[in-house]
């Protein structure tokens, strides 16, 4: 890029703008005016998201995904995977019991954990990531392509999962909408993101985990959310701002980032060939147990933001209405 230009998104476009001129620049969510807001941030003064800008091309977020991001021998230690399979296992059962009958597509499905613990309830599932699985898949059924190129029916779909994914895509909002298209009549779309408009994300800045620079394109606010899937005709049933994950992990891991030092408490708890920097086992022992010792003045921080609408992720399920079905008062 030359002469001060930099690359601005709306509405899933790229345009080239000038760096230094803030009325050129457009949020990456609803195509609204945006200004700088920190390093690499644009926020939008009309939703109250933010893009990242300027936006990664290709080459930034192959490197930035490739490696440590998500190996094929596993991502967490000490039982880390088996408890997030757990978890991916808790999902399967809501998505079991609140969708209709009819197949469900998993929008990133990473190692294809939540596509597994569908299967094993009898469930027909489908799962999306960009590039390929990230592990071996055996007979899980990943297909490599993005939400809009994937070839699919209008109305297929009894269930659309996007967790902690939509954030990744280029054009969220396109996704959203294309997704709303291929749900059943009754269907739902379940979504998890992490949460701009959160206490964490306002006190720790650029220590907050969610940020994840350059990965996380769009950094969206719960209520930007909410109201872009009741434009497109979706009935929002639920937002929880505990469900969606990584709230108290959240908090614990800026904190003690703040420390002499700035400890890494997600490396730590990672596999060695999942960090994004060496750790020796004094270094590793030394983060956790501060860890331990802040647990409570981070599930505090936690219980303050949730109980408060503004948790570090939000979740929220849409549902697609039936024919005839009235929206709910």
């Known amino acids: 890029m030359s002469d001060g230009a930099a690359s601005a998104r709306v509405s899933g476009e790229v345009a080239s703008a000038p760096a230094n ?13 945006a200004r700088p807001a920190g390093p690499r941030l644009i926020a939008c003064a009309a939703c109250g998201s933010a893009t990242t800008f300027p936006v990664p091309d290709d080459r930034e977020l192959a490197a930035a ?6 190996p094929a021998e596993g991502r967490f230690g000490a039982g880390g995977d088996r408890l997030l399979a757990a978890t991916r296992g808790r999902l399967a059962r809501r998505i ?3 969708a209709p009958p009819g197949p469900v597509l998993d929008v990133g499905a990473g190692d294809g954990t939540l596509v597994a613990a569908l299967l094993r309830r009898g469930r027909e599932a489908v799962g999306l990531e960009r590039g390929g699985p990230s592990a071996p898949m055996g007979t899980r059924p990943i297909v490599a392509a993005e939400l809009a190129d994937f070839d699919s029916r209008a109305g297929e779909w009894a269930a659309i999962v996007m967790w902690h994914s939509l954030e990744h895509l280029r054009d969220p909002a396109g996704a959203l909408a294309h997704a709303a298209g291929l749900l059943a009549p009754g269907g739902v779309l379940l979504i998890a993101v992490p949460n701009r408009d959160s206490w964490q994300a306002r006190i720790l800045a650029d220590r907050w985990l969610a940020l994840d620079l350059p990965r996380h394109l769009t950094h969206l606010s719960a ?4 109201d872009a899937l009741s434009g497109l005709g979706l009935e929002v049933e639920r937002v929880s701002h505990w469900r969606g994950g990584q709230v108290l992990f959240g908090w614990l891991h800026g904190i003690l980032a703040a420390l002499p030092g700035r400890p890494d408490l997600y490396d730590a708890i990672r596999q060695p060939t999942a960090r994004t920097a060496a750790l020796t086992s004094r270094q590793r022992g030394r983060t956790l147990a501060a860890a331990v010792l802040l647990s409570p003045a981070a599930a505090l921080a936690s219980a303050g933001e949730v109980l408060t609408g503004h ?5 929220i399920q849409a549902r697609r209405r039936a024919a005839g079905r009235q929206p709910a008062h």
Request: charged fraction near 15%.
């Open 21 to 33: 001129d803030a009325a050129q620049l457009r949020c990456g969510f609803c195509g609204g005016p």
């Open 96 to 98: 079991d019991a609140v």
């Open 65 to 70: 995904y490739a490696g440590s991001y998500r």
């Open 223 to 226: 209520a930007a959310l909410t």
């Open 311 to 315: 948790g570090g992720s939000v979740f």
